[in-house]
């Protein structure tokens, strides 16, 4: 993946599919669902997959909402892999049991991530170690796929060294652990407090080095400082909503919001090169991963056509139906 991701740059190297808007959880600090929305159809979702392989995307990222509530993940896991992409997910682990590890398993699924908010309960997040446990046992004895759990700090989590005992947990049994740092609603930097940088600190040192290089950006994160780097959401990130529009990511929704099976390369290229006003504060760590492989080449500038347009998250508008 890598190695097609170098030699070439007018393809995705990640997508980020939403299969299902709706969640079975409404934490306080999430704006990615509803309580309500139908899953998007089986053979609306292959289609999805039908063009994303056309446009050589590497990965995608099934998520939501909640897609274990989804009837067809398995169908959309295996087409997936049938298409020679890698597919992985995000969950929030509540509807996991044995039997259905093991159908991901037979689906082909690569990797998959649960963000554990807190070791009990609180009205901020229902994601509790005290909840999942039982589920991340579950993983270590049934999952033949990479797991990794991810803590998080900010974002009004009461106690931010919950956040090391969830890491602890997740190495002790056998998974990678990671830490992210809860952005504002327009997926902006919102600076740690003392306390919380020094949980932030402590949980990097607990990455796997593989992990950690990739999560570098969080550090000036963690301390309120921008990152200058070169965003390339729209041509190697894609977010797929589940109105089947392209968007720049989960946070940035509103542009450029164009079907996906009339997206092509030079969409790709377009925005390959496009500057992104809101780069310096984001903190959506799949876009800073993706663009890190294109970090060396290439200057990113507005395009003459796009000079009136800065995506800012005051302008974008979120596209429902």
Not at 58 to 72: K, Y
Not at 119 to 138: A, G
Not at 265 to 291: G, L, N
């Amino acid at each position: 993946m890598i190695g097609k991701a170098l030699l070439s740059r007018d393809h995705p190297v990640m997508a980020h599919v939403i299969a299902i808007r709706r969640c079975n959880l409404a934490c306080a600090y999430c704006n990615e669902y509803d309580s309500h929305s139908k899953p998007v159809p089986l053979e609306t979702m292959l289609r999805r997959l039908d063009d994303l392989a056309k446009l050589g995307t590497s990965i995608i990222t099934i998520s939501g909402g909640e897609p274990l509530l989804h009837p067809d993940l398995d169908a959309i896991i295996a087409g997936s892999r049938r298409r020679g992409i890698i597919a992985g997910m995000i969950t929030n682990g509540y509807l996991l049991t044995a039997d259905r590890i093991q159908r991901l398993n037979r689906a082909g699924l690569d990797h998959l991530q649960i963000s554990i908010d807190n070791v009990m309960p609180d009205e901020v997040s229902k994601k509790s170690l005290k909840v999942l446990d039982r589920k991340l046992e579950l993983l270590a004895e049934h999952a033949e796929f990479h797991v990794n759990i991810n803590s998080v700090v900010g974002g009004g989590i009461r106690n931010p060294h919950d956040a090391l005992v969830v890491g602890r947990r997740a190495i002790e049994l056998g998974f990678t652990s990671t830490v992210g740092i809860i952005h504002d609603g327009d997926g902006q930097l919102q600076p740690l407090a003392e306390d919380e940088r020094g949980v932030y600190m402590a949980m990097r040192s607990m990455e796997k080095s593989s992990y950690a290089q990739f999560n570098h950006f969080q550090d000036n994160i963690a301390h309120g400082r921008e990152n200058q780097w070169r965003c390339r959401a729209g041509a190697r990130y894609l977010y797929i909503c589940e109105d089947g529009l392209v968007h720049y990511c989960s946070q940035q929704r509103g542009y450029p919001a164009k079907p996906l099976g009339e997206y092509t390369r030079d969409d790709i290229r377009r925005e390959y090169r496009m500057a992104k006003s809101c780069a310096p504060r984001c903190t959506v760590a799949c876009a800073h991963q993706v663009s890190y492989i294109d970090f060396w080449r290439d200057p990113q500038a507005l395009p003459p056509a796009a000079a009136d347009f800065e995506p800012e998250p005051a302008r974008l508008v979120q596209i429902r139906t």
